[in-house]
């Protein structure tokens, strides 16, 4: 059995970054960048009032500070004002192109206006102020994002505030949810004795959600050979990213990992020393991608966070992948077995990180609650309140 680290260096080795695709801007978002983006032009190309005020010569003031109003300009007026008299004030709003032989706006606040002179009251006022000056932002030129940065609304914003309406970014695969167990009802249904509601699907849709990522197709399968084998040969005709859940033990109706087998797939490693999800497997087929997750709810999402989310973070060639890791005191004593490592479900409170009841795996009220995952080392067995742990921030 292999350890967590060499678990995801596996899937680091094997997991090939998507194809690139031009979008319109407006649908990029969660997309990570497929090159290094430069500005083409600067920002601000004009030097702009960033208030609604007067625009003056400083050098011009008298001691008085009073000036005559007789002309404005207004954000878009794209025409010069020039020929500014001595002692001349032109009335300016905020986003406008200060006029050329001025150099100084004061806001409307800090004047007295009376009739069509003004005096302004704020002595404190220097050369230059309320200008926002030319590339102040970014220089024509400037590396604005890096390569494999996810488009979020403020990157969505700096594209568009330099002119760009399309921009390059590495496609997202194609998910498909395959649930094996004949145990399994659809929620909504009515319940016999000795089945249970199928809920991975819907811990993982809400999952890839996150991820802005849509599943093409649920499908469900009966713990049969035969099945599961024609199960598999179809959804890979279908998907880049088939995720499986349930059947990946060694009991007897457990058909995963021969089914797999017979259609091709490579396994590249199956069970890791982890507690919850030790039975995970991982293979590829081509460019392919096949997560068998094992079937108890927390150990599938435990698994699609651990491991999962880092292999499409990679396929989607973000920059940053798998999840944040932080450090923060641990609000009770805990202690397990040497031998594999725990993922044990957390929630942040203000002083430390607390590790919630209700572990065990095939429960999932801890994880209703969660926002992260504390790890605790195979060799650890004993960690005092108050020590520092590694945790996994559950946002991606
Ligand atoms: P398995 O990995 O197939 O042995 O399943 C382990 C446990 O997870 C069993 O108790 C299953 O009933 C349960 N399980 C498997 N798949 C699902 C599912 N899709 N939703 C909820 N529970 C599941
Ligand atoms: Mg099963």
Known sequence: MISVDEAKQYIHQHTQTDQTVVLDLYDACGYAVANDVFSPVDFPSFRQSAMDGYAFRFDDSDEDFVFFVEREIQAGDITDLSSIDKGEAIRIFTGAKVPDET??????????????????????LKKGSNIRPVASQTRKGDC???????????????????????????????????NTGRELVKPGHELQ??????????????????????VCEIVWVDDDEQLTISAIQTALEKTDMLLITGGVSVGDYDFVDSALEKNGVTKIFHKVKQKPGKPLY???????????????PGSVLTCFYEYVVHCLHLKMGFADNGLLTIRLPLLHDISKKAGLT??????????????????????????????????????????QKGELVNLHILKF
């Open 282 to 296: 991982f293979g590829t087929k081509g460019n392919k991608i096949i997560f068998g997750l094992p079937g108890n």
């Open 193 to 214: 004795k000795g089945q249970i509601y199928e809920s991975n699907s819907y811990a993982l849709v809400a999952a890839l959600k996150q991820l802005h990522l849509d």
């Open 342 to 383: 725990h993922f044990l479900k957390g929630k942040i409170k203000s002083t430390g990180v607390e590790v919630l009841d209700h572990q065990e795996s095939y429960k999932m009220n801890a994880f209703a609650e969660a926002d992260c995952l504390i790890v605790v080392d195979e060799a650890t067995t004993d960690i």
């Open 144 to 178: 604005i994002l890096k390569k494999g940065t996810v488009i979020t609304a403020g990157a969505a914003g700096l594209l568009a505030g330099v002119g760009l309406s399309t921009i390059e970014v590495y496609t997202r695969p194609r998910c498909l949810i395959l």
């Open 103 to 124: 150099d100084t706006v004061v806001m409307q606040e800090d004047v007295l206006v009376n009739g069509k002179e003004i005096r302004i009251t704020n002595i404190d």
